[in-house]
């Protein structure tokens, strides 16, 4: 059985950071390329970050430069740490093992001003 659970979402102002966790079991964790998905109220869900097993990381040109997304692969975790977060950055934050239905539940981000 898959699983993902995410954490570390929360209330913050515009400017300070968060780190998002995603722990996940289930799957063969170092061989698989992880992901960060956020949606926002009223929209659709959108790529953030995705990060190969041992490759470079790709971001969204929203978030290029703020936020960093990395992976433990001893502790099946893959994380996204958010800097100078924006009020525009509010949504529930999804991990997801790319290219695959397995998504977690999501986490609340929410960027006041």
């Known amino acids: 059985q898959v699983q993902l659970m995410e954490s570390g979402g929360g209330l913050v102002q515009a400017g300070e950071s968060l780190r998002l966790t995603c722990v996940v079991s289930?799957?063969?964790?170092?061989?698989?390329?992880m992901a960060w998905y956020r949606q926002a109220p009223g929209r659709q869900r959108d790529f953030v970050a995705v990060?190969?097993?041992?490759?470079?990381?790709t971001y969204a040109r929203s978030v290029k430069g703020r936020f960093a997304i990395s992976r433990d692969n001893a502790k099946n975790t893959v994380y996204l740490q958010m800097n100078s977060l924006k009020p525009e950055d509010t949504a529930v934050y999804y991990c997801?093992?790319?290219?695959?239905?397995?998504w977690g539940q999501g986490t609340l981000v929410t960027v006041s001003t």
């Open positions: 997801r093992v790319s290219g695959t239905d397995y």
């Open positions: 990060i190969p097993p041992g490759g470079k990381a």
């Open positions: 289930g799957v063969i964790f170092d061989r698989n390329v």
